[in-house]
């Protein structure tokens, strides 16, 4: 069956860099587009950018040049990378498969993440 | 970007009819989903396409509308059904999520 699933720090310092893995099972990435959403807690859903299926990446623009995700298809591994973190940068990170429909399907639990000073 | 505006807030009693609407500052065609997140858990798809109920997800939700406007139904509400409520577009780039709806059962 589909399954995602983050893996990450549960803190890190201010100004650092954060690194988050997606290992997706039951699907390939190849096939299909892997999301990065993140969501401060008590607040709403952000959309920070894709692992298109073909390789390519897009970005939110309000990340700038912060943010960076990558891939390992041999591993089915979709990784995010965003560096200089701010104490606004604390948040619950969620990967998501995107499929034919444009909609996220499958949803990873999350990984909370607490950028302290 | 597409800004998509969501009331914060509902409260109905079980057993009526609530919808819950979402107003996109332009067209997204009908590439809007819905989705529920209740607390501590990642958010599920409900709707797709505007108004395709996604599999194994009860027939008492319902999705309409096309361009700019769009509303999420559920009828009748179960006390289950106590979460927020989140639309989202993937017709212009960036994807965006409109702020979320948080329903309340009285």
Redesign the interface.
Known sequence: QVQLKETGPDLVQLTQTLSITCTVSGFSLTTYNV?W?RQPPGK????MG?MWNGGGT????AFKSRLSISRDTSKSQVFLKMNSLQTDDTAKY?C?R?DY?????Y????VMVTVSS | DTVLTQSPALAVSPGERVTISCRASESVST?M?W?Q?KPG?????LI??AS?L?SGVPARFSGSGSGTDFTLTIDPVEADDTATY?C?Q?WN????????TKLELK
């Open positions: 999301h959403v709403g859903l952000e959309w894709a897009d970005y939110n623009s969620f998501a995107e429909y444009s909609r996220f399907d949803w990873g639990q999350g | 590439l989903h989705y997140q858990q990642q958010p599920t798809l797709y396409l395709n996604e989140y989202q993937s780039d960036p994807r965006t999520f409109g702020g979320g």
